[in-house]
């Protein structure tokens, strides 16, 4: 059983930056894919940005390239967002995820993701 806490979401106005983190426990992150997904009010859930088990393959939604950026430290068991240039349509529940034990190639769908965190609200104000 993996267990995901998120942390540093918040309020920030448009044009600022937030970063956040996703501690895991267990001794398996270092081998195991990670991924950030946010839900906007109103709609569905929606990947965001995917990470390998050693940080050398990144992927990302358009929506977010190029100002998202995703990294781990598996010396601390944890995975960041970084996210810049934030704007009112990022504002959502962002939710970190980890695929099953052991699968350290990073996907794009929610169903490839066994663990989830409770997630954090990030809200962008104009």
């Known amino acids: 059983q993996v267990q995901l806490a998120e942390s540093g979401g918040g309020l920030v106005q448009a044009g600022g930056s937030l970063r956040l983190s996703c501690a895991a426990s267990?001794?398996?992150?270092?081998?195991?894919?990670m991924g950030w997904f946010r839900q906007a009010p109103g709609k569905e859930r929606e990947f965001v940005a995917a990470?390998?088990?050693?940080?050398?393959?990144?992927y990302y939604a358009d929506s977010v390239k190029g100002r998202f950026t995703i990294s781990r430290d598996n010396a601390k068991n944890t995975v960041y967002l970084q996210m810049n240039t934030l704007r009112p349509e990022d504002t959502a529940v962002y939710y970190c995820?980890?695929?099953?034990?052991?699968?350290?190639?990073?996907?794009?769908?929610?169903?490839?993701?066994?663990?989830w965190g409770q997630g954090t609200q990030v809200t962008v104000s104009s």
């Open positions: 990470i390998n088990w050693d940080g050398s393959t990144t």
């Open positions: 995820a980890s695929r099953s034990v052991y699968s350290g190639s990073a996907r794009y769908t929610e169903n490839d993701y066994r663990y």
């Open positions: 267990g001794r398996t992150f270092s081998s195991t894919a």
